[in-house]
């Protein structure tokens, strides 16, 4: 093997494409994989619809996720968000129960990678 050479020519087809095939699902991984979306949904309607709908509209308290100025850019922003909103409403949720709502946002509203 020629230390010069390029990798791919070094390396037999199937473990570079075994390589890039790892490397997009890396990339597109879903930041929220503990998380239910369906029992996200089930605690958003209990816990989240009323003040959201109240302060920002929509009847199902959407408008905060939808609305063009928006804080939350990123996964991580959401997960500090839910965090944020557990503590200062005096939720009773765990760690778990943000990463379902999370999960149920992500996939409804965000659609972060």
Request: glycine share 4%.
């Amino acid at each position: 093997m020629d230390i010069r050479s390029p990798l791919h020519a070094t390396l037999p087809r199937s473990v570079v494409a075994s390589l890039l095939a790892s490397a997009a699902l890396t990339v597109n991984a879903n930041p929220f994989p503990d998380g239910d979306p369906v029992e996200g949904e089930k605690m958003h309607a209990a816990q989240c619809v009323e003040c959201h709908a109240r302060q920002f509209g929509g009847e199902d308290g959407s408008a905060i996720y939808t609305r063009a100025d928006r804080r939350v850019k990123t996964a991580s922003a959401l997960s500090q968000q839910l965090t944020t909103c557990t503590t200062m409403l005096k939720l009773d949720l765990f760690p778990e129960d943000e990463q379902h709502l999370a999960a149920y946002l992500n996939q409804h509203y965000y659609k972060f990678q």
